[in-house]
């Protein structure tokens, strides 16, 4: 079966640093694909980025980039140029070729501080 | 209006209960999904249908069941709440493309507490 770890309950950041999230999973499949999720104190859901499994290059968006490392199984988000609003709990995920299975980490929650 | 609507957003109920919880969405996608968050464990998927008549158990199904009334609808109930049912529950679409699930568009989420 799949797993998603995530080994940091809690981080922090000043307000215009970079801070990285780890992430590390694991399976069988050679398809698949791994998405950060971010959900503010409002409780929504909100996706940050998408990497497929099949793709070498690293997935960026703006300020949000990862460190996607497949033979490692790991799939890192960090956060360029952190801002107050990004404080929040954030979730790595993992879903298969087919969807049957989705598996989301236990979350990180990141402080930032002015 | 959103896209992914859940109702109730709130809903205090007594052990024993039959409770249920509505999703509705706008987004033409096919694909619908049930999760709970509990603080510190994250997201677990409960169900999921990929049509009206694929339905699927996820990692933990005991105690739930589902109805998907047409595409844009689909519900889960509990038959007979119980405290540790108590949870935030997501529902989600996705759409898939040619090579593979797009990401989940989620609900607002429904807090429920069991007594």
């Known amino acids: 079966a799949q797993t998603v770890t995530q080994s940091q309950p809690e981080m922090s950041v000043q307000e215009a640093e970079t801070v990285t999230l780890s992430c590390t999973y694991d399976t069988s499949e050679s398809d698949y694909y791994l998405f950060w999720y971010k959900q503010p104190p409002s409780r929504q859901m909100i996706l940050v980025i998408r990497q497929e499994a099949y793709k070498q290059q690293n997935a960026t968006e703006n300020r949000f980039s990862v460190n996607f490392q497949k033979a490692a199984k790991s799939f890192s988000l960090k956060i360029s140029d952190s801002q107050l609003g990004d404080a929040a709990m954030y979730f790595c995920?993992?879903?298969?070729?087919?969807?049957?299975?989705?598996?989301f980490g236990k979350g990180t929650t990141l402080s930032v501080s002015s | 209006d959103a896209d992914v609507t859940q109702t109730p957003r709130n809903r205090i109920t007594k052990t024993g209960k039959r409770i249920m919880l509505e999703c509705s969405q706008t987004k033409g996608h096919d694909r619908m999904y049930w999760y709970r968050q509990d603080p510190g464990l994250g997201l677990r998927l409960i169900y999921y249908?990929?049509?009206?008549?694929?339905?699927n158990k996820g990692e933990i199904s005991d105690g739930y069941s589902v109805s998907r009334q047409a595409q844009a609808k689909f519900s889960l109930s509990l038959e007979s709440a119980i405290p540790n049912q108590t949870a935030l529950y997501f529902c989600?679409?996705?759409?898939?493309?040619?090579?593979?699930?797009?990401?989940?568009?989620f609900g607002p989420g429904t807090r429920l507490t069991v007594l």
């Open positions: 995920a993992y879903h298969n070729q087919a969807g049957t299975a989705l598996i």
């Open positions: 249908s990929f049509d009206v008549k694929d339905i």
């Open positions: 989600a679409t996705s759409d898939v493309t040619g090579v593979g699930p797009r990401e989940q568009f």
